[in-house]
């Protein structure tokens, strides 16, 4: 099983402030999706990248593929306090099925 | 937008008793999952499923588990005889064609064991 790790595990920032989220294996992935997930609720996507260092932006969040695809990023700008969520990466486990991270706890305050 | 839908959003139970979990995938989905999150804890897959049979499953997806897809439209899960530690939100989830491609996932089933 291809595992993926996230850091950090939590994250408490100010409104308005910049922040970079990572996700890491030390396994090639063919793709990685980034989905949020609030509590009680499904992951949602918000992106997939494939290529390696693809850099995809939506928004305010940036998300960028590692050049080897073994790691991927999730940068907000401006954080505002409707990003707060619990943010996953997830990936096809040798293309079976998603592994996912155990996922990034952020909480933007006013 | 379509989305996947589930249904019941809570169901509680009592220990030994057997629950059918329901999702309706996106319609022109091929390849269907059942994922579960116990609280505070990581999402873990279960089961996919394509053109009506099991591809893969998990070392959690014993004997206890079944899927189904009765009619072309509905995908259930079905726990024959709960226990207290099958507690946990049960995401069902779809995608086009590929088991790597993009996953689409429902609001989840919270199930309670008591």
């Known amino acids: 099983t291809q595992l993926l790790e996230q850091s950090p595990q939590f994250l408490s920032i100010q409104e308005g402030e910049n922040l970079t989220v990572y996700c890491n294996s030390s396994?090639?992935?063919?793709?990685l999706q980034w989905y949020r997930q609030e509590p009680g609720e499904g992951p949602v996507l918000l992106v997939t990248?494939?290529?390696?260092?693809e850099v995809k932006k939506l928004k305010r969040l940036t998300f960028q593929f590692g050049d080897a695809r073994k790691d991927s990023s999730l940068h907000i700008t401006a954080a505002q306090p409707g990003d707060t969520g619990l943010y996953l990466c997830a990936g096809p486990n040798y293309g079976q099925n998603f592994v996912f991270g155990p996922g990034t706890r952020l909480s933007v305050l006013p | 937008e379509p989305e996947v839908t589930q249904t019941p959003s809570h169901q509680v139970t009592q220990m030994g008793q057997e629950v059918i979990l329901r999702c309706v995938p996106i319609?022109?989905?091929?390849?269907f999952y059942w994922y579960r999150q116990i609280l505070g804890q990581k999402v873990e897959f279960l089961v996919s499923?394509?053109?009506?049979?099991?591809?893969?499953k998990s070392e959690i997806f014993d004997d206890q588990f079944s899927v189904e897809r009765p009619d072309g439209s509905n995908f259930t899960l079905k726990i024959r005889s709960t226990k207290l530690e099958d507690s946990a939100m049960y995401f069902c989830?779809?995608?086009?064609?590929?088991?790597?491609?993009?996953?689409?996932f429902g609001p989840g089933t919270r199930l309670t064991v008591l």
């Open positions: 499923f394509y053109n009506n049979e099991i591809s893969e």
């Open positions: 989830a779809s995608s086009v064609v590929r088991a790597s491609d993009t996953q689409y």
């Open positions: 990248v494939v290529t390696g260092g």
């Open positions: 319609s022109n989905h091929l390849y």
């Open positions: 396994s090639v992935f063919s793709s």
